[in-house]
């Protein structure tokens, strides 16, 4: 058994605790699961909504997840947090659902709901019987047009957003480390912001602003919809017809963001800390994603992480954890799913006695002995093999395939591609995984964090 | 807007009603006894090529000898690390290559573990089952690795201010008893385990007589049941007989504040509850929904979240050991406004004592309860938890059946009987991490550690 860190921050900001320890536990999923698993069915409405639907019928219920095409890498310089400040306040209510009635309704349904932000995408869902789908469309379309927003409610909500960001981030020094990586790894591009904004900037952060980024945002062209369980496309239409077809579409602009200069240095940053009591050491590559970069790489790069950091027979705990002893948890992760440049990270808890510099010197021997001789093709056989099956996992849950497809879809990718994943991951050669381990574990690509103890000053 | 506001509930209270009297499909839970007598509740759903066992042994790692804390959960993390044939690395291998999942996870009253294999391994994964059960190796090597990371591990929850605050309500809870020790033991504990120990945890505890076992998804009857008893059939009749003496709540009231440099004060609270076959467990289980257990909607949500943005979330939950029966809740503020939400929530706790609940309110609370059920069965683990818990708690197999009627039997008058039964805001037991200012009524400071 590995026990393991949680390395990284998780990659979104959701409204409660319960459905960000669900996201965490996806990001470590192998992922995302696709070929002919779901077999989405799709259409799009005159005002320009994608609707995607995954039929399912093992319990009579239905999932309804909806994916705007705005996150946290789309907001104004000075701005920061103000996606996910926005995503608290969609439940403030509308002209016809006052403050309070839209969780109220979906609960005394027998629903569940949460809402998530992430640097790409702002997502809702609500999961209800199946014949309460027409109710809760009724609600979600009506949010998308006709949110209501006072200083009433809006400023406690902000105080919300501030006791959530003292929660995730600043109460915990790992948080703040991994944040301040990041702002360093991404030199120009705003992936460097955390999700849940800079505190002085959340602080300063208006129901004004909030207005204007939904009526920027938030419309029927900008959006895709997914709807998942017991029902099919045909019963489906008409009620999306029915709720958001009549939505006029608002000639939502294409995303603009500015991108990577070319990364030249390798980059370091360090704390300590009183509250530190074990060591971290982790490394972050600017890497592709299935949209940026040698997205060609992506398939790859999923498998160099199975091969180097996925498990207990990776090269890294092999060689760290069971063999040098250095280490009491090693490993590596990469998420292709980002519209812009992601990162291949690597992560590292010195054994008790053992230094940060001891360990990164045996990653780094680990890391040369990869791009020298190369991977062993069987490794990429078990690693490919591996992630094939975790597409049958996939299948499994209310909300299966919901997320993967939303996510791809909002980010600009065809149900086709997802779809095409596992024969891509199962067609990945030894050699590929050479040439995207060569193209992607450079110095110059990474930033090193070390996590470190501080004896409290007296 | 009050007008609206009335239409859009009339709506809504006619599909309530819709619901109620269509009973919702979940799952058919039936019996299969094995050839050898080993007993298992399955669930079948050929809908994925899948299969999921959950099993518990009950006794857990309240059995921990005094000095020895952390036995049951390093034992949890030795089962896969060499057994039969296999060496560590050989066992871990031929889990990843055939993606086959295995678990355990030790708990103050049960330890249990899961299994999920794609059907096309199935036999192997039993077989796998069976090797961590009987005969694991615990070899020298994998021993001082997982010490050394659950050594790691507990330095990293001795970090998480989340962690410190519940081991220290426990603590300050049940100082005399089991349930006051940390489940992950301590650096001296941890170091003091040896072969001996855990050699000696498998012997007494897993046996046939304090056995449960789930199984869901992809297998019948028929193929279960030879399966069981290669994979369970080889264990002891009986496990060895123990004792926990029942837990008395101490130093309730109380307010420790274990001070800690943190921007954010993170509460646990906590108070006596109510046993899972107490008469009452169904209102009391209405009255926590109400009071702090529905997400969105709870009065203690209403009132320091939404009317005050005192806090990202509050929650309370009822918490049935075997030995205590407990009310439990969490909430994390800033340290200016930490008294005033201890202040809220204790009014909250009185109000609800003194006042109950209203019949609308009470009327959607079990509208969710009941209606959101069947969510519960969407997935091979959601249905395998279940039917696990319905046999550690003793609920009887045609429980699915008879769940959402024990709900909507719910009174009023229930609901404000055990309100009046359970919370008293004096016996409220607090405890905080963090550097409150001012500091709660009545607190007590402690250093950490």
């Known amino acids: ?76 310089p000075g701005k920061s947090g103000l996606a996910h400040y926005l995503e608290h306040l969609m439940f403030k209510g509308t002209k016809g659902h006052p ?21 790409d995408y702002t997502g809702y869902f609500q999961s209800v019987a199946r014949d309460r789908l027409e109710l809760i469309m009724e609600l979600e379309a009506d949010r998308m047009a006709n949110l209501t927003l006072t200083d009433a409610v809006a400023r406690p909500e902000l105080d919300v957003v501030i006791e959530e960001r003292r929660s995730r981030i600043d109460n915990d020094p790992r948080a703040l480390l991994d944040e301040r990586a990041g702002a360093v790894l991404y030199l120009h591009h705003p992936y460097g912001m955390p999700i849940i904004g800079w505190m002085h900037e959340i602080e300063g ?67 300590a800390s009183p509250l530190v009591r074990q060591p971290e050491w982790n490394r972050s590559y600017l890497a592709p994603s299935y949209l940026a970069g040698e997205s060609d790489q992506a398939y790859a790069l999923q498998v160099l992480s199975g091969v180097l950091g996925g498990g207990a027979t990776s090269r890294l705990y092999r060689r760290l954890v069971v063999e040098q002893k250095l280490a009491s948890s090693a490993g590596s992760y990469y998420s292709p799913d980002t519209i812009d440049l992601s990162r291949f990270a690597i992560y590292v808890s010195p054994r008790d006695g053992v230094s940060v510099e001891e360990v990164e010197k045996a990653v780094d021997e680990e890391i040369a002995a990869v791009l020298a001789e190369g991977v062993d093709p069987e490794a990429v056989a078990r690693a490919t ?17 919901a997320r993967s497809l939303g996510v791809a879809v909002a980010a600009g990718r065809s149900i086709a591609d997802v779809e095409a994943w596992p024969e891509r991951i199962v067609a990945v050669t030894a050699e590929e995984v050479d040439a995207a381990a060569r193209a992607v574990l450079r110095p110059e690509r990474s930033v090193t964090a070390l996590l470190l103890p501080e004896e409290p000053a007296q | 807007m009050m ?59 309240a059995l921990d000898p005094a000095g020895k804390e952390g036995l049951a959960e390093f034992a949890s993390v030795l089962l896969d690390e060499g057994a039969g044939d296999y060496d560590s690395q050989a066992f871990q291998r031929t889990l990843e290559d055939n993606s086959i999942q295995l678990g355990f996870d030790a708990g103050q009253d049960n330890f249990s573990g899961r299994l999920k294999t794609l059907t096309k391994n199935r036999d192997l994964a039993f ?72 050699r000696g945890f498998v012997d007494r505890r897993f046996a046939r007589d304090n056995l449960v076992v789930s199984v869901v998804g992809d297998i019948t009857p028929e193929a279960l049941g030879p399966l069981l008893d290669r994979t369970f059939g080889m264990l002891p009749a009986q496990a060895s007989s123990w004792e926990v003496p029942p837990a008395m709540l101490e130093n309730p009231g109380s307010v420790t504040v274990v001070e800690r440099a943190i921007p954010q004060s993170v509460v646990v609270f906590g108070d006596l509850g109510i046993a899972r076959d107490d008469p009452d467990f169904y209102a009391a289980h209405v009255m926590n929904h109400i009071l702090g257990g529905g997400s969105f909607n709870s009065r203690l949500y209403e009132e320091v979240r939404e009317k005050r943005g005192l806090a990202y979330g509050i929650y309370s939950y009822l918490y049935p050991l075997d030995h205590a029966s407990l009310l439990m809740g969490s909430v994390a503020t800033q340290s200016a406004r930490l008294a005033e939400t201890i202040a809220v929530l204790r009014e909250q706790w009185g109000r609800l004592a003194e006042e109950g609940v209203g019949e609308k309110e009470l009327d959607e609370a079990k509208a969710f309860i009941t209606g959101s059920f069947p969510l519960r069965f969407g997935s091979t683990d959601g249905v395998a938890g279940i039917v696990t818990a319905m046999q550690i708690q003793d609920l009887g197999i045609d429980y699915l059946d008879r769940r959402n009627a024990l709900i909507d039997t719910v009174t009023v008058e229930d609901v404000r009987r055990v309100a009046r039964r359970l919370l008293d805001p004096e016996t409220l037991t607090v405890t905080v991490v963090g550097a409150p200012d001012p500091l709660p009524e009545g607190a007590i400071l402690r250093n950490a550690e």
């Open chain 2, 127 to 198: 077989d796998l089952l069976h090797l961590s059960l009987a005969e694991a190796h615990f070899d020298a090597d994998p021993v001082e690795r997982m010490r050394a990371a659950l050594l790691s591990s507990l330095s990293r929850s001795l970090e998480d201010p989340d962690r410190i605050a519940a081991q220290a309500w426990w603590a300050a809870a049940f100082p005399n008893h089991p349930y006051g020790r940390p489940v992950s033991g301590t650096p001296e504990s941890l170091a003091a385990l040896d072969v001996a120990d855990l």
């Open chain 1, 205 to 271: 952060l208006t129901t004004e602003d909030a207005r204007a980024f939904y009526a920027r945002h938030y419309a029927p062209d900008n959006a895709v919809l997914v709807i998942s369980g017991d029902v099919t496309v045909d019963e489906v239409r008409p009620l999306v017809e029915k709720y958001y077809g009549p939505i006029p579409a608002r000639g939502i602009a294409a995303r603009q963001r500015v991108q990577e200069p070319p990364p030249l240095t390798a980059r370091r940053v360090e704390m």
């Open chain 1, 99 to 119: 403050n309070g009635e839209f969780s109220r309704l979906v609960a005394l349904n027998g629903g569940q709901e949460n809402a998530f932000t992430s640097r």
């Open chain 2, 3 to 61: 007008a609206r506001f009335a239409a859009a509930l009339s709506v809504s209270l006619a599909l309530v009603l819709g619901l109620a009297a269509a009973p919702a499909r979940t799952a058919e839970v039936r019996e299969v006894v094995s050839p050898g007598g080993i007993t298992g509740w399955l669930v079948e759903d050929h809908s994925i090529p899948l299969i999921a066992v959950y099993f518990v042994f009950r006794g857990g790692a």
């Open chain 1, 385 to 401: 093999a591996r992630l094939e099956s975790a597409a049958v996992y996939a299948r499994d849950g209310l909300q299966a395939g």
């Open chain 1, 1 to 76: 058994m590995t026990i393991r860190p949680l390395a990284a921050a998780a990659p979104f900001a959701a409204r409660s605790l319960a459905a960000l320890l669900l996201l965490v536990a996806a990001l470590f999923v192998p992922g995302p699961a696709g070929a002919a698993i779901w077999n989405p069915k799709t259409f799009t409405l005159e005002n320009g909504l994608q609707v995607v639907v995954v039929e399912n019928d093992r319990v009579p219920a239905v999932t309804q997840m909806i994916f705007y095409k705005v996150g946290a890498a789309d907001e104004e």
